[in-house]
């Protein structure tokens, strides 16, 4: 996963050749390059599948994205971007064959096969469009928060999207008839909306105000991208430590990209390692990463580590999540039919009561914690991660947080709750779980920690 070599634009005049014979997709194959260099070639998305990888899966993800290249490295990773490296090296040199597809080559360790994605492949999902992220106020010192700009008459927004997403920037700002590309930074961190109206006037004025419209474009915001094992064996072996169903696995995207570094676990998911989780695979005692997941409670197993994140989430949403998970995997859902079976009532009644002993467990055994509330991580995500990353003593600028938060949502996260489920807990499970919401809640204080976030301590 390192990242950097010499970039340029590079045109049809670049390439190294026609397609080579055993690829059929849409894209334009431009040949192999390295990618051993201190920073990776493509660097604006980067996915992974281990297992069903194939160079149209690769180009439909970049071409989704607006991205104009796809590369494939090592059989099963994708990554996407608008820029190429000056150099190739031979074709043979890219060898691997594509994990999902026999006869296909997907690069090799350190080369990537890249295509110039033409089109999206039929059936395939349509390119995403800017989103409106609100009207801003100008920050005070322009040329340095927007590095790059189009002035053009009559630009819209799909214009000034399509110009920064080519110059791989995740912010299009538009005032009048002026076009800007930037990052999130501490000069222009889009927290303070104001009123859409005030962006709401004609160009001229619009451009004469001090006000402008904010859009996400389909690109990634690249400064958090890179990810890496440590490069010496750590010292202090941290748990990131929470009951099923918690935002464990939301918890380690953020803090991978928020360190730059791989967490570890207790267990081996191969569903996460093949999307990109590379310390899954790592033994959960390598010190390798900079934490480790682990779901367990116990003495024994706790005095294992020497700190622990403990990361608490509303029991009602963690059983949910738990249950879906163990139905369906990680982004799916349980089927009505599992809800409405026997299965739901005994997995409540023997969970429940784990929510509760596991909070209880590492409060009486932990060594040193940092507790901390998935609610609050949503909501104040910045300033909660922050205090995560200086419990890992891991120094990150700020700009990384705000990268990070411009991705929060990472690949493994539901998207709601289905909109036709009934309520699933029953007046005898609420009893219950709100009987070891006072227990938990208490323990806590107890411990002279805040107590449970307000919003699900029974009154």
């Known amino acids: 996963m390192a990242e950097q070599g010499r970039c340029c634009d590079l045109g049809a005049s670049g390439e190294q050749g026609g397609a080579p014979h055993w690829e059929k997709s849409l894209g334009t194959y431009i040949g192999c390059f390295s990618d051993d260099g201190h920073e990776r070639t493509l660097k604006g998305a980067v996915f992974y599948d281990l297992r069903k990888m194939t160079v149209s899966h690769c180009q439909d993800a970049c071409a989704e994205r607006s991205y104009v290249y796809a590369g494939l490295e090592a059989g099963a990773e994708c990554y996407c971007g608008n820029r190429l490296p000056a150099t190739s090296v031979r074709l ?37 469009t800017a989103t409106y992220r609100g009207c801003f106020r100008l920050p005070e010192n322009m040329t340095h928060a ?4 189009l002035i053009q008459a009559n630009v819209t927004v799909e214009t000034c999207s399509g110009f920064c997403s080519q110059k791989e920037f995740p912010l299009a700002i538009l005032r009048g008839w002026e076009c800007y590309c930037a990052y999130p930074t501490p000069q222009f961190n889009l927290r303070d909306a104001m009123d859409s109206s005030l962006c709401g006037q004609d160009p001229e004025a619009q451009r004469l105000a001090e006000y402008c419209e904010v859009y996400q474009t389909p690109v990634q915001d690249t400064r958090c991208t890179d990810r890496r094992f440590l490069p010496n064996k750590s010292k202090v072996f ?3 430590s929470s009951f099923p169903g918690a935002g464990n696995t939301w918890a380690r995207h953020l803090i991978e990209h928020a360190t730059g570094f791989y967490t570890g676990s207790y267990y081996f998911d191969g569903t996460l390692y093949n999307k990109g989780f590379k310390g899954e695979k790592d033994h959960w005692r390598s010190r390798r990463t900079i934490c480790v997941k682990t779901h367990e409670s116990g003495r024994r197993e706790i005095e294992m580590f020497d700190s622990a994140i403990l ?3 509303n029991p009602y949403r963690s059983l949910v999540a738990e249950f879906n998970r163990k139905c369906a995997g990680h982004l799916g859902y349980a089927a009505d039919r599992n809800w409405k079976s026997k299965e739901w009532p005994d997995f409540v009644n023997s969970y429940a009561s784990w929510w509760s002993s596991h909070v209880l467990d590492w409060l009486k055994y932990g060594k040193r914690l940092l507790v901390v509330h998935y609610e609050e991580l949503r909501r104040s995500l910045v300033p909660t991660l922050r205090e995560m990353v200086a419990f890992l003593n891991v120094s990150v600028s ?3 947080l705000l990268c990070v938060e411009n991705n929060k949502e990472g690949s493994f996260r539901r998207r709601g709750r289905r909109s036709h489920d009934p309520e699933p807990f029953t007046p ?30 029974p009154r």
């Not at 009987?435 to 805040?450: C, F, Q, S």
């Open 428 to 457: 005898e499970m609420k009893d219950l779980i709100n009987g070891y919401i006072r227990t938990v809640d208490k323990a806590l204080r107890d411990h002279n920690w805040t107590g449970l976030p307000r919003e699900y301590v």
């Open 398 to 400: 700020e700009e990384r």
């Open 92 to 128: 043979e040199e890219c060898s691997h064959e594509c994990k999902g597809e026999k006869g296909s080559v997907c690069g090799a360790v350190d080369r990537l096969s890249v295509y110039r994605v033409d089109e999206l492949q039929p059936g395939s999902r349509k390119r995403r």
């Open 146 to 149: 927007f590095p790059s700009s």
């Open 238 to 240: 941290v748990a990131l």
């Open 311 to 313: 990361l608490i989430r």
